[in-house]
C-alpha cells in the first residue's frame, strides 16, 4: 500500500469539502478530543461551542491544539488477516487556538459556519445570538497529509 503525502492546496481542498472533524486540546488530565464541525477559512478554522468545558479550559491553559479530519475510502481484504488494508485520506492541522472576543470576527466565523451547513437562504447571525456561544479559531501553522493508493 502506497501512502502519498498531499500538498497544503490538496489538503485545504480536501478540509473545504469535509465537515466534521476531531479538535485534540491538552490539559490537566492529559489530551481531549472532540468531534466538531468546522469551517475553513484562509490560515483558520473555526468551530462554535460552549462557552464553558473542558474543551475550552483546556484551550484557555494550552493554546496549542491539533484538528484531525479523515475519510475512508475502501477496505482492501486479503486472505491473509495481517494483510488487510485500507484506503484513506487523513488531514493533520497543527497550530494555536484562541476564543474569538472580537465580535465582527465572531459574528463572521458563526455566519460561515451556518452557511456551510444550511440549504437555501438563512437569517444572518446577530450580536445577542452570538454573545450566548464561544467560537474558537484555529491559527494553522502546519498541514500533514496523507493519501493510501492502492
Known amino acids: ?3 502519498d503525502l498531499l500538498t497544503d492546496s490538496e489538503a485545504n481542498a ?3 469539502g469535509q465537515t466534521w472533524g476531531r479538535l485534540a486540546t491538552i490539559g490537566p488530565e492529559g489530551p481531549y478530543i472532540t468531534p466538531l464541525h468546522y469551517a475553513l477559512d484562509n490560515d483558520k478554522i473555526y468551530f462554535h461551542s460552549s462557552p464553558k468545558g473542558k474543551k475550552i479550559a483546556n484551550i484557555a491553559a494550552d ?3 491539533c484538528f484531525e479530519v479523515s475519510q475512508l475510502i475502501d477496505i482492501l481484504e486479503h486472505d491473509n488477516p495481517c494483510k488487510f488494508s485500507t484506503r ?3 488531514v493533520q492541522v ?3 487556538a484562541y476564543l474569538v472576543q ?3 470576527e465572531k459574528l463572521a466565523a458563526l455566519n460561515l459556519l451556518v452557511k456551510r451547513f444550511v440549504k437555501g437562504e438563512f437569517a444572518p447571525v446577530y450580536d445577542e445570538q452570538a454573545s450566548k456561544v464561544a467560537v474558537i479559531a ?3 501553522e502546519r498541514i500533514s497529509a496523507r493519501e493510501s493508493k492502492d
Open 1 to 3: 500500500m502506497k501512502k
Open 14 to 16: 480536501f478540509l473545504a
Open 63 to 65: 493554546s496549542r491544539v
Open 88 to 90: 484513506f485520506i487523513s
Open 94 to 96: 497543527f497550530g494555536k
Open 102 to 104: 472580537e465580535m465582527e
Open 138 to 140: 484555529l491559527h494553522i
